[in-house]
T-cell receptor, first 109, second 115 residues
């Protein structure tokens, strides 16, 4: 079983739609959680950290459920420019980042 | 935000030759840098952790004699793919962590094609 699992998608949604991605992690020692965005043939870029209390950044909302060991990302009012692969990432303090395989999002007009 | 610069962004080389990839942290000191490899439609896989002034730590299945890592200063780590073969063709990405922050910043990646 992979340490970080994501549905690879693709998720095809129209502009303006709300879309949610989930991610599960298997190591309960994981302490930090992130969502990264990766465009085709580019490096990953940090989208947002995920905090236990949940956090929001504009149209993006991230949630963490430690008891169930899952993380979610909600994107409201999808834009064409949101089309990318979204990577769920977990980290044990001072340890390496573990990446999920990513969920591909395609927003169409 | 912190900037990590990776060079070259792409390289084509002949089978059997060696290729060196540089990763620099431009505005912060990075005691630890990470090297990842990503094959098409797959996730980033950590290859090794590069530690300034000491030997790199390699992940299981990664040949340390093939992928030489040198972290000679707090702002530079290099990955050398020795005797490259076509199966080494991949997207190599480095990342660096800034000080006590628990965030990683990525280089632009290097697309290696071995012919």
């Amino acid at each position: 079983r992979k340490e970080v699992e994501q549905d690879p998608g693709p998720f095809n949604v129209p502009e303006g739609a709300t879309v949610a991605f989930n991610c599960t992690y298997s190591n309960s020692a994981s302490q930090s959680f992130f969502w990264y965005r990766q465009d085709c043939r580019k490096e990953p870029k940090l989208l947002m950290s995920v905090y236990s209390s949940g956090n929001e950044d504009g149209r993006f909302t991230a949630q963490l459920n430690r008891a169930s060991q899952y993380i979610s990302l909600l994107i409201r009012d999808s834009k064409l420019s949101d089309s990318a692969t979204y990577l769920c990432v977990v980290n044990r303090v001072t340890d390496k980042l573990i990446f999920g395989t990513g969920t591909r999002l395609q927003v169409f007009p | 935000g912190a900037v990590v610069s990776q060079h070259p962004s792409w390289v084509i080389c002949k089978s059997g030759t060696s290729v060196k990839i540089e990763c620099r942290s431009l505005d912060f000191q990075a005691t630890t840098m990470f090297w990842y490899r990503q094959f098409p439609k797959q996730s980033l896989m950590l290859m090794a952790t590069s530690n300034e002034g000491s030997k790199a730590t390699y992940e299981q299945g990664v040949e340390k004699d093939k992928f030489l890592i040198n972290h000679a200063s707090l702002t530079l780590s290099t990955l050398t793919v020795t005797s490259a073969h076509p199966e080494d063709s991949s997207f190599y990405i480095c990342s660096a962590r800034e000080g006590g922050l628990n965030k990683a910043f990525f280089g632009q990646g290097t697309r290696l094609t071995v012919v």
